[in-house]
């Protein structure tokens, strides 16, 4: 084992390349085009064995993925904000291929208006494609799930795509430190790719035909995909206990964070949980019972690990770094409807909105939503949306509409 100091996009490539990929098929976009750099260099020295393309656009490059993916090679690739939504029709379609590949998605925020910084609307816009879905915290995470990631998209028992999500800026370009693990220890943990269902080979031609199906036989195979991202949720515990047996880290579907007597939860996803801990930690040192719960799996949902850190708290918010015009935060109402044939669900369950775009979440944001937890004693299970946002970020705003020679009412 080697310890290096590595941006997160630094981790995913070194992720990928631990695994042994066979195909990287690749088009830059920023802030994902660093671990596209890295691995170019090493396909270009000799490091990685394979083959490096660069096509025309992050459609070609998901479809060629796929493809290559059809033809039982390990194959990476990685992408970001528009080109995920670009590459958006390929990603239903090779999750209907069953092709077992491993993407990275570095979160931007979705235009307009345009913005660089993080947050969730680009990666959770593809929660319905079939795609099972890992969201790392660290960059060691992010090193960690792709290796998870490649045996639980091979795995018989799911053969479907993977997406490995880290956050642009706060991860992909901070630094920190990361356990590169010995490569003789990774392939005992992930051996060579050895296809364990039908592919295509030059050398034995087949014919297979995404033909016009009647609805009886779409629906059967909508459902199978289905069962296929179900099954990940075991899968993905069995990889976590191998993992942590061969590398001491543990990984669940969730992380908890002095949850064992909490009477308040914050429920977040990503790089921006570690702003949460500091909270919560900010929290106890003043006597409060508060704790944490994280997301790592976002498809398949962990309901059941969900309903049963969440039922029977006296106050749950889920903070959100997305936002879906018209209804609110898109996990607080997936948790919420997780969390609705529950008899002991929460009291309060409240939705808030931050980190839009990679903004700021203040200590005063965090500690503003534990005063409406804490004053509010019961509010609508389906309650409204609130965005954190402060005085000062209200001032930025009527700067820019000054500087526009508009009025804050937008005139």
Same mark, same amino acid.
């Given at each position: 084992?080697?310890?290096?100091?590595?941006?997160?996009?630094?981790?995913?490539?070194?992720?990928?390349?631990?695994?042994?990929?066979?195909?990287?098929?690749?088009?830059?976009?920023?802030?994902?085009?660093?671990?596209?750099?890295?691995?170019?260099?090493?396909?270009?020295?000799?490091?990685?064995?394979?083959?490096?393309?660069?096509?025309?656009?992050?459609?070609?490059?998901?479809?060629?993925?796929?493809?290559?993916?059809?033809?039982?090679?390990?194959?990476?690739?990685?992408?970001?904000?528009?080109?995920?939504?670009?590459?958006?029709?390929?990603?239903?379609?090779?999750?209907?291929?069953?092709?077992?590949?491993?993407?990275?998605?570095?979160?931007?925020?979705?235009?307009?208006?345009?913005?660089?910084?993080?947050?969730?609307?680009?990666?959770?816009?593809?929660?319905?494609?079939?795609?099972?879905?890992?969201?790392?915290?660290?960059?060691?995470?992010?090193?960690?799930?792709?290796?998870?990631?490649?045996?639980?998209?091979?795995?018989?028992?799911?053969?479907?795509?993977?997406?490995?999500?880290?956050?642009?800026?706060?991860?992909?370009?901070?630094?920190?430190?990361?356990?590169?693990?010995?490569?003789?220890?990774?392939?005992?943990?992930?051996?060579?790719?050895?296809?364990? @269902?039908?592919?295509?080979? &030059?050398?034995?031609?087949?014919? /297979?035909?995404?033909? +016009? $199906?009647? %609805?009886? #036989?779409?629906?059967?195979?909508?459902?199978?995909?289905?069962?296929?991202?179900?099954?990940?949720?075991?899968?993905?515990?069995?990889?976590?206990?191998?993992?942590?047996?061969?590398?001491?880290?543990?990984?669940?579907?969730?992380?908890?964070?002095?949850?064992?007597?909490?009477?308040?939860?914050?429920?977040?996803?990503?790089?921006?949980?570690?702003?949460?801990?500091?909270?919560?930690?900010?929290?106890?040192?003043?006597?409060?019972?508060?704790?944490?719960?994280?997301?790592?799996?976002?498809?398949?949902?962990?309901?059941?690990?969900?309903?049963?850190?969440?039922?029977?708290?006296?106050?749950?918010?889920?903070?959100?770094?997305?936002?879906?015009?018209?209804?609110?935060?898109?996990?607080? @109402?997936?948790?919420?409807? &997780?969390?609705?044939?529950?008899? /002991?669900?929460?009291? +309060? $369950?409240? %939705?808030? #909105?931050?980190?839009?775009?990679?903004?700021?979440?203040?200590?005063?944001?965090?500690?503003?939503?534990?005063?409406?937890?804490?004053?509010?004693?019961?509010?609508?299970?389906?309650?409204?949306?609130?965005?954190?946002?402060?005085?000062?970020?209200?001032?930025?705003?009527?700067?820019?509409?000054?500087?526009?020679?508009?009025?804050?009412?937008?005139?």
């Amino acid at each position: 084992m080697v310890r290096m100091l590595l941006t997160g996009n630094a981790a995913a490539a070194w992720g990928a390349r631990l695994a042994d990929i066979d195909y990287v098929p690749a088009f830059p976009i920023t802030p994902q085009t660093e671990i596209i750099e890295s691995l170019a260099a090493w396909f270009a020295d000799g490091t990685l064995q394979g083959k490096f393309v660069t096509l025309d656009s992050e459609h070609a490059m998901m479809t060629a993925a796929g493809a290559a993916a059809a033809t039982g090679v390990r194959t990476f690739t990685a992408t970001s904000s528009q080109g995920l939504l670009y590459a958006m029709e390929a990603l239903y379609t090779i999750a209907g291929w069953r092709a077992p590949l491993v993407l990275v998605n570095v979160s931007r925020g979705l235009s307009a208006p345009i913005t660089l910084g993080p947050d969730h609307n680009d990666v959770l816009a593809a929660r319905d494609t079939g795609f099972v879905q890992i969201h790392a915290e660290t960059c060691q995470e992010v090193l960690d799930s792709i290796l998870m990631a490649f045996h639980i998209a091979e795995d018989s028992r799911v053969w479907a795509p993977v997406l490995v999500n880290l956050d642009g800026f706060y991860l992909s370009f901070t630094r920190e430190s990361v356990d590169i693990p010995d490569e003789a220890a990774v392939r005992s943990f992930l051996p060579a790719y050895q296809p364990k @269902h039908p592919v295509f080979r &030059a050398s034995q031609p087949m014919a /297979q035909g995404v033909a +016009v $199906l009647d %609805s009886s #036989i779409y629906s059967y195979f909508r459902y199978q995909l289905h069962r296929a991202v179900e099954n990940a949720g075991p899968v993905h515990a069995e990889v976590s206990a191998r993992f942590q047996a061969q590398f001491g880290r543990p990984y669940g579907a969730i992380e908890t964070y002095d949850t064992d007597d909490a009477e308040t939860l914050l429920v977040m996803a990503g790089s921006f949980a570690t702003k949460g801990k500091a909270a919560v930690r900010h929290w106890r040192r003043q006597g409060k019972r508060v704790g944490l719960v994280r997301l790592r799996l976002i498809r398949p949902l962990p309901v059941r690990e969900l309903t049963e850190v969440l039922s029977g708290r006296r106050a749950v918010a889920v903070l959100d770094q997305s936002l879906s015009p018209g209804l609110g935060g898109i996990l607080y @109402h997936e948790i919420a409807a &997780a969390l609705a044939a529950s008899p /002991q669900r929460p009291q +309060v $369950l409240r %939705s808030f #909105i931050g980190g839009l775009g990679g903004k700021d979440i203040s200590q005063a944001e965090f500690d503003y939503l534990l005063e409406e937890l804490e004053t509010v004693k019961a509010t609508p299970y389906f309650g409204q949306p609130e965005l954190l946002f402060t005085e000062r970020d209200r001032a930025r705003v009527r700067q820019q509409l000054a500087l526009a020679g508009k009025s804050p009412e937008g005139g």
